[in-house]
Each structure stands twice: as structure tokens, then as C-alpha cells.
């Protein structure tokens, strides 16, 4: 086998697995009453929980998060979790800072 098939065996096999993952915990909170919700983990290891700048460089290491605009410092794994933790805050923010571009940029002077 050459290198190239088996890196794309080992990426579907890891999707495969991650798929599986959803699907039970999927079954398992219908089963007890309990609310699963996925969200888009895009720039979480890259936001600053504290400021929310968004830059590959806040990402100093595997476990190293310090942001380069406002100097928070925190273990890496932490910001993500805070960062998923408040995602639907953050995700309405983004939604209103849209709206507000798109409403000024149609203004007619």
C-alpha cells in the first residue's frame, strides 16, 4: 500500500468512528430526554475567550493559548472549552455584526 491510500484509509476510518460516536449519543439523549447540540468547532482553538480576536498565532502551542491583542494566557484546551461553552453567544454576536455591515453598506447617502 503506498502512503497516500493509507493516510485516506486511516481519515475514513477516523470518520467512520466519529459518525458512530454521533449516532449514540444521538440515541442516547432521545432515549433519556436530554438535547445533543453540534456546533461548528471553526476558530474555537484560535479565539481569545476573553477579547474573542481570532488568529492562528493566539495558539502558541498544543497546550498554550495566549492572545496576541489583549495578552490573556491560559491553557490552550480551557479556551477552547470556554469558547464552546459560550459558542451560541458568540455565534449570535457574529450574526448581529453581520446585519449591522450589511444594513450600513445598503444605506444610500
Same mark, same amino acid.
Not at 500500500?1 to 444521538?26: A, H, P, T
Not at 474555537?44 to 502558541?60: A, D, E, L, P, V
Given at each position: ?7 485516506? @484509509? ?6 467512520? =468512528?466519529?459518525? @458512530?460516536? +454521533?449516532? $449514540?449519543? +444521538?440515541? #442516547?439523549?432521545?432515549?433519556?430526554? &436530554?438535547?445533543?447540540?453540534? +456546533?461548528? =468547532? ?7 475567550? #476573553? ?5 492562528? #498565532? ?14 490573556? $494566557? ?9 469558547? +464552546? /461553552? ?5 455565534? /449570535?454576536?457574529? &450574526? ?9 453598506? =445598503?444605506?444610500?447617502?
Amino acid at each position: 500500500m503506498k502512503e497516500g491510500d493509507i493516510r485516506r @484509509l486511516r481519515k475514513s476510518i477516523s470518520e467512520v =468512528s466519529w459518525g @458512530l460516536l +454521533i449516532q $449514540k449519543m +444521538i440515541y #442516547k439523549t432521545e432515549r433519556y430526554s &436530554k438535547v445533543l447540540v453540534q +456546533i461548528n =468547532s471553526a476558530y474555537t482553538s484560535q479565539r481569545c475567550n #476573553k477579547c474573542g480576536y481570532i488568529s492562528r #498565532k493566539n495558539r502558541t502551542s498544543q497546550s498554550v493559548f495566549h492572545c496576541k491583542k489583549c495578552g490573556y $494566557k491560559e491553557n490552550a484546551d480551557i479556551n477552547v472549552a470556554k469558547n +464552546i /461553552l459560550e459558542y451560541e453567544k458568540w455565534l /449570535l454576536e457574529q &450574526k448581529v455584526l453581520l446585519d449591522t455591515r450589511h444594513t450600513e453598506s =445598503s444605506l444610500t447617502f
